[in-house]
């Protein structure tokens, strides 16, 4: 996410790093750079603006000039100004006694509002509620049935009426909900492909009948500007209590993120960040502009680890490997622990330093797919004891997964260097997968032939080519 705004914003640190210290005239340079990047970005021009007064201001201060490291200097106070741009943290959810909690979702049609609805009933659920699903969109003819199917997915309860009534059918959710013990009844109300006047008369109707406890617009980050001006709109009809952005994932501008506190006075609640039910995060303005800057996210990295990395299971593997009895069925466990965690290149990503290095090595899904179909061919004693894995195995372990048998030979081969790199990732319980991450136990060759199935994956260089004295060319 961001990705044009993390290389332009770090182009115009690197500008400065050459310097002796900051003066008025080179951080004047930064700053038209940063405002351009910033609208380039789709950030509301007058906040991009102020932004740059605020930065400038705070680099120009009386110990800040006297600095001899002006692009870190630079970077930090940037990083300080984003936070507060985009802050502060409000993604509490207040829940009322004796319930139901009522969460009335607002939002234009596409935004994503309904798997959205899923999503917040899905992370309601892990804070030991009883969400009742409301299909109150009664406009959209797929939202009532989505909305069904997402919720038997998880198991959280939907209510659905056959009737035209969105005022009817909100009203008699909330008594279901009271009858059957639900303590939280999320809205999914209806929306439009704009604005107008209808729409806003239905949910404000919605509204005056149920009394949300909340209400959140669901916006869809990859619009911009455009979500911010909706966001503007619903705020001013509905009086919003906070934003959830969605596909922030895919947004590579962040524009929306960056604006819509500024401009609305709401904060941002959660942020979506993939299309799977899970793929919805509390939205921490200091960790994202740290993301912003290309610096990780290591607070959101040792969380994700706490939720799929169990601490007795980490001993057992733990044991196995000093063994070395630590097969492939113990390797495929973690690699669906960390596709779990997002996938492995977006959990790297969250490692200050790593995220850099990857450049365009291939870490996706389909490369953890083609490594577990080869090892779902192998017998359970060939996933066990991986040195019987001869030239006719590796054959007959090719033709069932649908690979080249030197693919399999590439993986069995580099078996060890992954095992080393699951050893680092399992080591010491929980926390101390990310410590043995920053003790220097990731080796980025070894990730590199484990998810290219033994094949040594390109990575992007910047080095430029030279002739030597002898007339051959070489890298530098």
């Known amino acids: ?22 003066t008025e005239a080179n951080i004047s340079d930064a700053m038209r750079d940063i405002r351009k990047a910033l609208l380039e970005a789709d950030v ?9 007064n605020d930065v400038r201001q705070a680099a120009l201060g009386a110990e800040v000039i006297k600095s001899l490291h002006p692009g870190q200097v630079l970077v930090k106070i940037v990083n300080d100004e984003l936070a507060k741009l985009m802050g502060p943290v409000d993604s509490k959810i207040y829940f009322v006694s004796p319930g139901p909690t009522v969460i009335m979702l607002a939002g234009l049609q596409g935004s994503g509002k309904t798997t959205t609805a899923a999503k917040l009933a899905k992370y309601i659920v892990s804070k030991g509620k009883k969400p009742l699903l409301a299909a109150d969109d009664l406009q959209r003819p797929a939202a009532i049935e989505q909305l069904k199917i997402l919720g038997e997915q998880l198991g959280i309860p939907v209510y659905t ?45 919605v509204a005056k009948a149920t009394s949300p406890h909340q209400i ?16 503007k709109e619903f705020n001013e009809r509905l009086e919003l209590d906070g934003v959830i952005l969605t596909k922030l994932d895919g947004d590579a501008r962040g524009g929306a993120a960056l604006s819509i506190k500024a401009v609305t006075g709401k904060p941002i609640k959660f942020v979506g960040i993939g299309e799977k039910l899970d793929k919805l995060e509390e939205f921490h303005p200091d960790r994202m502009a740290s993301r912003i800057l290309g610096m990780g996210d290591v607070v959101t990295l040792v969380e994700r680890a706490q939720e799929q990395f169990d601490a007795d299971e980490a001993a057992k593997m733990q044991q196995k490997m000093a063994k070395g009895s630590f097969g492939f ?7 669906q622990s960390i596709k779990n965690m997002g996938g492995m290149k977006d959990m790297l990503k969250l490692i200050p330093g790593v995220g850099s290095q990857l450049g365009d090595m291939d870490l996706d899904d389909k490369s953890t797919n083609r490594i577990e179909g080869i090892v779902h061919s ?3 004693r060939e996933r066990s004891d991986p040195e019987l894995i001869d030239s006719p195995r590796r054959r007959r372990i090719a033709a069932g997964s649908g690979v080249d048998a030197a693919e399999v030979a590439g993986l069995v081969k580099t078996f060890k260097r992954s095992r080393d790199l699951m050893k680092t990732l399992s080591g010491g319980g929980k926390l101390g997968m990310i410590k043995s991450l920053f003790s220097g136990g990731l080796n980025m060759d070894s990730l590199g032939a484990m998810m290219g199935g033994g094949k040594k994956i390109k990575q992007r260089s910047k080095r430029k080519s030279v002739i030597d004295r002898k007339g051959k060319r070489k890298r530098r």
């Open 161 to 205: 009426e056959d009737s035209k009534d969105a005022v009817k059918v909100a009203k008699n959710s909330l008594k279901y909900a009271k009858e059957h013990g639900n303590d939280v009844v999320i809205l999914d109300t209806a929306g439009r492909l704009h604005v107008d006047q209808e729409m806003m008369d239905e949910i404000s109707n």
């Open 216 to 231: 959140y617009l669901v916006c869809d980050s990859m619009t911009g500007q455009d979500a911010v001006n909706s966001a």
């Open 378 to 380: 192998m017998t359970g």
């Open 44 to 52: 509301n021009y007058q906040i991009a603006k102020q932004f740059c």
């Open 1 to 22: 996410m961001f990705d044009n705004l993390t290389e332009k914003l770090n182009s115009v640190f690197k500008s400065l790093s050459g310097r002796g210290r900051i």
């Open 329 to 335: 069925d113990d390797f495929l466990k973690q690699m």
